[in-house]
């Protein structure tokens, strides 16, 4: 599913950070896949799927919490 319809970032490359790379934020989302830095319309969604994969990061060592 297309979530920033923007930059054309997919769902699936979101929660690819979240659990590849460990992103825990809204910014480290946005510096790595681009999606949330155009209209922001998107940044909601963007916020939900923060919310449900966060806690479950396949590199725990990269997860940094501020
Ligand atoms: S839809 Fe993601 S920035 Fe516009």
């Known amino acids: 599913m297309l979530?920033?319809?923007?930059n054309g970032i997919t769902e699936k490359e979101i929660v690819n950070v979240i659990k590849?790379?460990?992103?825990?934020r809204l910014e480290q989302i946005q510096e790595?896949?681009?999606a949330g830095?155009?209209?922001g319309r998107?940044?909601?969604v963007i916020e939900d799927l923060?919310?449900?994969h966060r806690n479950k990061t396949e590199n725990p060592q990269l997860k940094i919490d501020f």
């Open 3 to 6: 979530v920033c319809q923007c």
């Open 50 to 52: 923060l919310d449900q």
């Open 20 to 24: 590849k790379k460990g992103a825990t």
């Open 32 to 34: 790595l896949t681009g």
């Open 37 to 39: 830095t155009s209209c």
């Open 42 to 44: 998107c940044i909601p």
